[in-house]
């Protein structure tokens, strides 16, 4: 599987994952309790968001990252989950409703999930997402435009939530958003 294989490599290499920089960024906003890391891969986001008072849920279908994540879990005694799960066969049903008070997607799009996301969050929580974007200036890119949101999609797909931060940045091709619900 070509996740495995890329997860693999990256440990091989001592490439260990950090945490989005936005994410971070954002960090005042947050006050702990239970999040959930969507594609996690090899767990920067789970790591950070672990060690900052979260006990989290964390998704990949890599077991490879899975696995690593579980051993740096264990190692550093956080309060970490992960699951091997496909994503892209996600039901509705397997997100608890209203369980997290914080919901973290990064370079990874799945139009699919948004409902069974939208509903995971509790009343008054956050959504955090970046990924790519359909961006004039990225001539292509590296990512498939299938992979890629469209211009304000983000904006749009939460319009009846608290937009607290929403970009596009053209010179990245990233669009990013913190939003929380009503």
């Known amino acids: 599987m070509k996740w495995n294989k890329k997860h693999s490599e990256r440990i091989r290499e001592g490439k260990w994952p950090e945490a989005n920089r936005k994410l971070k960024e954002f960090s005042p906003y947050f006050h702990g309790g239970k999040a959930l890391d969507i594609a996690c891969g090899l767990g920067g986001n789970s790591i950070y968001l672990a060690e900052?008072?979260?006990?989290v849920d964390a998704f990949d279908l890599s077991d490879a990252a899975i696995s690593f994540l579980k051993e740096e879990g264990k190692k550093?005694?956080?309060?970490?989950?992960p699951r091997v799960i496909d994503l892209t066969r996600l039901q509705g049903d397997e997100l608890p409703q209203e369980a997290y008070d914080l919901v973290v997607q990064t370079y990874y799009l799945d139009r699919g999930i948004f409902p069974a996301v939208k509903e995971a969050v509790k009343a008054g929580g956050y959504f955090f997402m970046e990924t790519y974007?359909?961006?004039?200036?990225?001539?292509?890119?590296h990512v498939s435009d299938k992979y890629k949101l469209k211009p304000q999609e983000l904006l749009r797909q939460f319009q009846n939530w608290k937009i607290l931060y929403f970009e596009e940045?053209?010179?990245?091709?990233?669009?990013?958003?913190?939003?929380q619900k009503w």
């Open 169 to 179: 940045n053209e010179h990245t091709g990233l669009q990013t958003i913190l939003t």
């Open 133 to 141: 974007f359909l961006n004039p200036k990225d001539g292509g890119g």
């Open 52 to 55: 900052h008072g979260f006990m």
């Open 76 to 81: 550093r005694q956080l309060p970490i989950n």
